[in-house]
């Protein structure tokens, strides 16, 4: 026989007395083997207990009081509350509490909202929530520390679990905002993305330990797995792709692209598009990059790049000094490009050459050439990564467009004195036509004479 033990205390006044003493009474019943226990009225069965399987079964509603403090209402585990819906009296309330130990009997302020409209799923979900308000936490630990934050959204184990008084805040996925305290306005969605975060303001994380080490950074947006996870306290980065900008702790720079920028560590307000594109350092600041090493064209359905010229922003206006003399010491060259990253140990040795030629210049042979002319502020070359110089052609168009001018100039003056000789020259031939005229008359009187004097 099983012992079925229910334990009542019946509080009875006793028959017939006036002084209302109270007799608790126990009692006990025992079901057989399969024995059922059953609470009914003629028609309807409400309760029914299984011996066999210790099931207990409603058939109508279990209803309970509100919960206004930890003995009304609430549905305990052992001795650890599991599920309720505590407010504090003078509250809106609307409160669902489920899982050991989500939320508690504390929770409230002064004001009708506080502790109010706060839905936990999850052991110990919004487990120290007081004045805090229209929270969602769905998983263990989410939210747990969190006070008097609001209108905050936790989905995952041990989501935004740091935050205390944080708000308008989304995290998605197991330990994303972990470590937020402070911060607001943060939404991460993936593993650890925004796990390091404690202070941070208007972050964006998508991503498995996407801005994963940021802890003050704000308005940072990282979109891809581990994009920005390096970022510390750096602000106004935006990263889309994996691992773009993995390596970054500058500030306002732009990486578009699988790997884009994986390399940029300090520096700021640089842009990279393109997949795996790398800027020329990982230090280097205000600069763009468009693709990477393998890139061979670039296209626009416009020919040229628009800049700033107005004369208004400029100061110290002069003539260009430098023009053909300079042009005529640099050299083009036709080469065929083998690169030393297309080699494991980045030592090229010919056998990944290009099999088509191009044409350029050398960056060491534009550099000698500036400086022999003290002009490095022309900034023909790129030394920012010392082990690969780049070359900027187009500041050569001022100084070509110089060196036109000048021989413009000198052929202008050639042709004036071109013309100046041909109209010397035109002078002459009317001289010496003259001349012609003369000595054809004077050998017409020669040979008259001499007719004349051989007659007599």
Known sequence: MKTLKILLLLLLVCGGTSNGILYAQHITNTLGTSGLFKIKDNVNTYFTLTQSNGYIELTKSLKLQETSDLNTGVIYKGSIRFIHNYEKSGSSGNNTFVGINAGNFTLGGASFGDGSSNTALGYFALNKLTTGYGNTAVGTNSLSFNTSGYYNIAIGNSSLSGNTSGAYQVAIGPEALVSNTTGANNVAISYLSLSSN???????????????????????????????????????????????????????????????????????????????????????????????????????????????????????????????????????????????????????????????????????????????????????????????????????????????????????????????????????????????????????????????????
Not at 375 to 400: C, F, Q, R, S
């Open 198 to 456: 404690t202070t941070g303001l208007n972050n964006i994380g998508i991503g498995n330990n996407s801005l994963s080490s940021n802890t003050i950074g704000w308005d940072n947006i990282a979109i891809g797995k581990q994009t920005l996870d390096n970022n510390i306290d750096g602000n106004k980065n935006t990263g889309i792709g994996n691992v773009t900008l993995g390596n970054c702790t500058g500030d306002n720079n732009t990486a578009l692209g699988y790997g884009s920028a994986s390399n940029l560590t300090t520096g700021s307000n640089t842009t990279v598009i393109g997949y795996n594109a790398q800027p020329s350092s990982a230090t280097v600041s205000n600069q763009i990059t468009l693709g990477n090493n393998s890139v061979s064209s670039l296209r626009c359905n416009v020919q040229t790049i628009t800049s700033l010229s107005d004369m208004r922003d400029k100061r110290n206006i002069n003539g260009l000094s430098l023009g053909l003399d300079f042009i005529m010491q640099l050299k083009p060259r036709q080469f065929n490009w083998d690169r030393r990253e297309w080699y494991d140990d980045n030592s090229s040795d010919g056998s990944k050459m290009d099999s088509d030629p191009t044409a350029g210049f050398i960056a060491q042979e534009l550099d000698s050439v500036q400086n022999e002319f003290s002009a490095p502020w022309l900034k023909l070359v790129l030394k920012d990564n010392p082990e690969k110089w780049e070359a900027t052609y187009g500041n050569l168009l001022p100084v070509i467009v110089k060196a036109v001018q000048e021989l413009k100039t000198e052929n202008d003056r050639l042709k004036q004195e071109n013309s100046a000789l041909a109209e010397e020259l035109q002078k002459m031939k009317g001289i010496e036509s003259r001349l012609s005229v003369i000595e054809s008359y004077l050998f017409i009187n020669e040979e008259a004479k001499e007719i004349k004097n051989a007659g007599k």
